[in-house]
T-cell receptor, first 112, second 115 residues
Framework: DAGVTQSPTHLIKTRGQQVTLRCSPKSGHDTVSWYQQALGQGPQFIFQYYEEEERQRGNFPDRFSGHQFPNYSSELNVNALLLGDSALYLC???????????FGSGTRLTVV | AQTVTQSQPEMSVQEAETVTLSCTYDTSESNYYLFWYKQPPSRQMILVIRQEAYKQQNATENRFSVNFQKAAKSFSLKISDSQLGDTAMYFCAFRAIYNFNKFYFGSGTKLNVKP
């Protein structure tokens, strides 16, 4: 049973560019959350998607946007990349927001 | 707003010994969950143990146990018989039961288990 799958595992972007990160939730899960983990810090909540809608958002600018598809997979888009966007981006899925979450191994984004 | 504080950036323990990681939190919520997650070099967050705030009994999972002090808003993790595979970052996390959409994480404790 595949867990949460994230792609790519690593990528390097130039300041000002745009990036799309992808997440496939665990089988049977319909809720996807995204977190940003800066180096040496704990993860910070970006937003959560359920039924293809953004249900809650953390304290992140509008440069961060997302999407959920009918198959429950999700994308995180970041526009106008800043050096400070360099971080590990984690995806977590659950079968409904109140149940247990499974985390993926993340995408390491480096902005140069 | 919820905050989670881990005041020990790094700790070391000898293999087979016991170590305790500390965590304090602040919240106005009355019903919530507390968690300890392990993040090895593979980067995946792995659930170690979970505690429901309305349960007075401390949670235990094999070699892992917690000391939950609700009035003091303290939630420490005890690892007994430490193993080399326990080497990882450990994060304390909070999630409200009625606002269950997001976790609040502490800044983590790097645990090194030495042979």
């Amino acid at each position: 049973d595949a867990g949460v799958t994230q792609s790519p595992t690593h990528l390097i972007k130039t300041r000002g560019q745009q990036v799309t990160l992808r997440c496939s939730p665990k089988s049977g899960h319909d809720t996807v959350s995204w977190y940003q983990q800066a180096l040496g810090q704990g993860p910070q909540f970006i937003f959560q998607y359920y039924e293809e809608e953004e249900r809650q958002r953390g304290n992140f600018p509008d440069r961060f946007s997302g999407h959920q598809f009918p198959n429950y997979s999700s994308e995180l888009n970041v526009n106008a990349l800043l050096l400070g966007d360099s971080a590990l981006y984690l995806c977590a899925s659950s079968a409904g927001a109140r149940y247990g979450y499974t985390f993926g191994s993340g995408t390491r984004l480096t902005v140069v | 707003a919820q905050t989670v504080t881990q005041s020990q950036p790094e700790m070391s323990v000898q293999e087979a010994e016991t170590v305790t990681l500390s965590c304090t939190y602040d919240t106005s919520e009355s019903n919530y969950y507390l968690f300890w997650y392990k993040q090895p070099p593979s980067r995946q967050m792995i659930l170690v143990i979970r505690q429901e705030a309305y349960k007075q009994q401390n949670a235990t999972e094999n070699r892992f146990s917690v000391n939950f002090q609700k009035a003091a808003k303290s939630f420490s993790l005890k690892i007994s018989d430490s193993q080399l595979g326990d080497t990882a970052m450990y994060f304390c996390a909070f999630r409200a039961i009625y606002n269950f959409n997001k976790f609040y994480f502490g800044s983590g404790t790097k645990l090194n288990v030495k042979p």
